[in-house]
């Protein structure tokens, strides 16, 4: 982007706030402190949209624009920078910081791999359904770090020196992507999208929200999606059918890890500890109500500290390792989608929204859940997905409550939809692009496949809204 067009879009950004902040506002259009907490969200958008600067920075936009017009009170937008919420990704990016270093996170890829064979159909099926696996287990842009270059390693063992001109790379680099994307909307370990729409959920229900009812209700969707996705790819004709040598080239680069070290080990054990504690969390939630998923995670990820390296000489962690390994960046984001859902909420700027939408006649049908899930898909495409949860989460919950409906079972439907993004080299989609998929390659295999997965969410959050009394009940 040129600094000309990056010049502009600043101004632009900051002009839509005062436009609307004080030209809705002052006018008395609507309330003046709802108008400012709408034009927080129209600025947030627009630049994470266009792009002037990082998207990490544009989620600090919150504290400072807070600070200046009062929109509310400052501790509520400050927490949402420490909430429990960020210690819990803070804790699992501790938890798996060794792992790239100890080898643990090629001995699982490439395990998942080892059977795969040379068509073009089974190298589709398993780098898409072992991503789907390997995301239900970390964050889905971990999924997509740890797979590409080991796929991008393959194709250039079986003879693609280029991978730009590489035509098998697009749909295998383009399965790790989709595949990671589809398993993280099964779990609330998928992303901090997951999180951020699980953070909204607790303080419209004021409990504790327990991780297995998120998994019990996307997990339809999952298995539908994940097929529909599959069928979609493997049929789809292309030039080349076969990849020579790639079975052995994943036989061999695992034998080369050799037996599994006791670093590995002790790390893999620490990572089982953390997840089944977190989706087993009802089981002692009355014997120790303070251990909650987040610092559960904390402390499994704190004991890689305290535990002495092979080499005897460091720790299986240390600070300087777990600075670079710690997606600082990640965590912004998502204390900024939650900072501006505070915004949204504490200003009013929900119940103005929910007033507009709610006079669409919305009956809490098909045409609701379309609605919403649209909007997400849209949002996430443009931006990502944990933008699209701070954004729209808040709407849904305040139209539904408007027009007298469990918000509950929208919630999880909208996380559906918001769950996927194809399109754009934006987010996960970022790292493919940067080991060499033309981003037009990706638009266009990605489009058809956006259109149909969004269909299969719609039809998907429906059809359990129906036939499911207990969609929208929580434990």
Not at 205 to 231: C, H, K, S
Not at 236 to 261: H, I, Q, S, W
Not at 374 to 400: D, L, R
């Amino acid at each position: 982007m040129s600094m000309k067009k990056r010049i502009i879009n600043l101004i632009v950004g900051f002009a839509l706030y005062l436009a609307i902040a004080y030209g809705l506002g002052l006018t008395g259009v609507i309330d003046p402190t709802a108008a400012k907490g709408i034009g927080v969200a129209v600025w947030m958008i627009y630049w994470w949209v266009t792009r002037p600067v990082d998207i990490t920075v544009t989620a600090l936009l919150p504290a400072a624009i807070n600070a200046v017009f009062s929109i509310v009170p400052m501790e509520d937008i400050i927490s949402q920078y420490s909430s429990s919420s960020i210690i819990l990704i803070f804790g699992s990016c501790l938890l798996t910081a060794p792992w790239a270093s100890i080898g643990l996170d090629k001995r699982i890829s490439l395990k998942a791999l080892s059977l795969i064979g040379p068509s073009m159909k089974s190298q589709i099926a398993v780098w898409l359904l072992a991503a789907i696996v390997l995301s239900n287990m970390m964050p889905n842009v971990v999924v997509v770090a740890i797979f590409t270059p080991i796929a991008v390693a393959m194709l250039k063992a079986a003879g693609y020196e280029d991978i730009k001109k590489c035509e098998p790379a697009v749909p295998i680099l383009c399965a790790i992507a989709w595949g990671a994307q589809l398993g993280g909307a099964g779990t609330p370990l998928g992303g901090a999208m997951n999180i951020t729409a699980i953070d909204f959920i607790e303080k419209y229900t004021g409990q504790e929200f327990m991780y297995v009812d998120w998994i019990i209700r996307m997990l339809p969707y999952t298995i539908v999606a994940a097929i529909v996705v599959l069928l979609m790819m493997i049929f789809k004709k292309r030039k080349v059918d076969r990849l020579e040598g790639t079975k052995e080239y994943f036989k061999e680069a695992y034998a080369e890890l050799g037996p599994m070290k006791r670093e590995e080990k002790i790390s893999l054990v620490l990572f089982v500890i953390a997840m089944l504690g977190s989706f087993l969390r009802p089981l002692y939630a009355d014997l120790i109500p303070g251990l909650v998923p987040a610092y559960l995670f904390l402390i499994t990820g704190l004991i890689n500290f305290i535990i002495i390296a092979a080499d005897k000489k460091t720790m299986l962690l240390e600070w300087d390792k777990a600075q670079k390994e710690v997606m600082w960046g990640m965590l912004l984001l998502f204390a900024g989608g939650l900072a501006l859902g505070q915004i949204l909420t504490g200003s009013g700027a929900n119940d103005v929204i929910a007033e507009v939408i709610s006079k669409m006649n919305l009956t809490g049908g098909l045409g609701t859940i379309a609605i919403f899930a649209v909007f997400a898909c849209i949002i996430s495409e443009m931006t990502n997905s944990t933008v699209s949860a701070a954004v729209t989460i808040p709407i849904v919950i305040g139209v539904t409550t408007k027009i007298g409906l469990n918000p509950i079972p929208y919630i999880f439907t909208t996380a559906m939809a918001m769950n996927y993004e194809s399109l754009l080299p934006v987010s996960v989609r970022a790292i493919t692009v940067s080991h060499g998929i033309e981003p037009n390659k990706m638009l266009k295999s990605g489009f058809p496949i956006t259109v149909v997965r969004m269909l299969v969410a719609i039809a998907a959050g429906y059809i359990m809204l129906l036939v499911w009394p207990g969609f929208g009940e929580l434990t």
